[in-house]
DNA sequence: ATCAAGTCTGAAACTTGTTCTAGATTAACG
DNA sequence: CGTTAATCTAGAACAAGTTTCAGACTTGAT
C-alpha cells in the first residue's frame, strides 16, 4: 500500500515565474471575454491570442473550455470570500446572515451578469473530468456559508441544510441567467431555502 | 387589441400524419442516442441518420441540440407523470409524499443514467433561446409536486418551498451524474428540502 | 558552457454543431 | 389532374472546441 500524501492531486510541479504570469495572463483574459459575451463570447482561440500564449499552451494549462471557465471561477470566488470576510454579514440569526451573504454574492454577479453566465454555465455543465476542480469550488462556496453562519462545527443536519442552500444558489443562479426567474424571484427562493436552518439548528431543538 | 388565446406559442400550424412520425422517430433516435452514450453521444448527424430525415430537416423541427434534448425531457417527463399519477405515493405528510416521489423518478433516472445526463444537462445549459422550453418541464416538474403534495390551491410559501424543491432535484441531480455525490447523498438532500414543506404546512404541522 | 528533457509556438487538421443551397417531393387548392 | 407554395433531401460549407506536430526556446543538472 503506497502511503498516499493526498488523494486529491498528484503533486503538479511548482510552476516557475514565467509560467504563473502565463497562467495569470489566461485568466485574466478568459475573465475579459467572458464579462463581454458570456459562455459563448470565451472562445479557446481568442483567449490564447490575448493572453499572448499559443493555443496549444492554453491547452496545456487548462484541458478545456470548461476547465478554464471553472478555474475563473475558483479565481472570483476566492477574491469575493476576502471581500466577505472583511465585512461580515450583520443579522441576527444564522438564517439571516447566510441569507443576506448569498445575496451580497447576488449583487456582485448581477454586476457583471455575462461573467456570471460563463462560469455558471461551465459549472454546470462540467462533466466527469472536471470534478476535482468541481468539487473545489463547491468546498469554497461551502466554507462561505459556514462562515456566514458562524458555526465551529456544525451537526450532520447542519451540512445538509447547506449542501441544500448551495443547490438551492445555483439553480436559482441558472434560472435568473437564463431569464425564466427575475431577481426578485431568486431573493425569494434564497429566503425560503435559508429558512432550513432554523429547522436544523440545535439551540432551539424541535420535538421530536 | 387582439384577443389573444394563450400568450405562449403562435399557433403553430398542425402536422400531417408523416410529419408527426418524422418527428416521434427523431425523438426516439434522440433517447436511444442518448440512453447509450449520454449528452455527447447525440449527434446532430447520427439522430437524422437514425431516424430516416435530413440534418436541414432535424433542424427545421428542432433548430438545436439542446432544443432536441429538452423536447426529449418533455416526452419522458409526461410518461412519468403518468406513471406516477396511477400509482400515488403513500407517505402521511406531504413531505413524505414528495419525497417518495422524487425518489421514485430517481430510481426511474438510475435505470438510464445516460439518458440522464444528457437530458439534465440540456436543461441547464439552455440558454434564453429555449427558455420556453425549459419553462414548460418546469411546470410540468411542478405539476408533479403539487400532486404528490395533493393540495388544491396552495400558499404562496408553499410555491416557494416548491421552487426550492426543484431547484434541490436539479442540483443534485447534476452532482449525482457528475459523480460528486452518491445515490444516498441525493436522498438526503431531497428529504431535507422536503422538510420545508412541514415548515409551510398552514394548519397544524407536526404528528404523523 | 553544454546537454537532455521539458515547454512553448505556429500552423494545420480533425470533430461536431450549425447554416446554406439547389433540386426533388409533397400537400393544398382550383 | 395541374399549379404553386411549402417541405424535404443530399451534400457542401462554416464555426469553434480540440488534437497534433515539427521546430524553437527554457530550464536544470552536470
Same mark, same amino acid.
Not at 6 to 11: N, Q, V
Given at each position: 500500500m503506497p502511503a498516499e500524501v /493526498? /488523494?486529491? /492531486? !498528484? !503533486?503538479s510541479p511548482p510552476l516557475t515565474e514565467r509560467q504563473e504570469a502565463r497562467r495569470r495572463r489566461i485568466l485574466h483574459a478568459s475573465a475579459q471575454l467572458a464579462s463581454r459575451g458570456g459562455f459563448d463570447a470565451v472562445q479557446m482561440r481568442e483567449v490564447a491570442e490575448s493572453s499572448q500564449v499559443a493555443l496549444g499552451t492554453l491547452y496545456r494549462y487548462f484541458p478545456s473550455k470548461v476547465h478554464l471557465l471553472v478555474a475563473t471561477m475558483q479565481a472570483q470566488l476566492e477574491h469575493m470570500h476576502g471581500t466577505l470576510r472583511k465585512k461580515p454579514p450583520q443579522g441576527a440569526t444564522a438564517a439571516e446572515r447566510v441569507a443576506e451573504t448569498l445575496m451580497r454574492a447576488f449583487r456582485a454577479l448581477q454586476r457583471e451578469p455575462h461573467l456570471a453566465d460563463a462560469m455558471v454555465r461551465a459549472l454546470t455543465f462540467a462533466d466527469r473530468s472536471v470534478s476535482p476542480e468541481v468539487d473545489q469550488v463547491s468546498r469554497q462556496t461551502t466554507m462561505i456559508i459556514l462562515d456566514a453562519m458562524g458555526l465551529e462545527d456544525p451537526t450532520p443536519q447542519q451540512l445538509s441544510a447547506v449542501r441544500v442552500i448551495e443547490h438551492t444558489w445555483h439553480s436559482a443562479l441558472i434560472t435568473w441567467l437564463s431569464g425564466r426567474a427575475s431577481i426578485a424571484q431568486v431573493k425569494i427562493d434564497i429566503e425560503t431555502v435559508c429558512r432550513l436552518i432554523d429547522l436544523t439548528a440545535p439551540e432551539e431543538p424541535r420535538r421530536r
Open positions: /493526498s /488523494s486529491a /492531486s !498528484p !503533486p
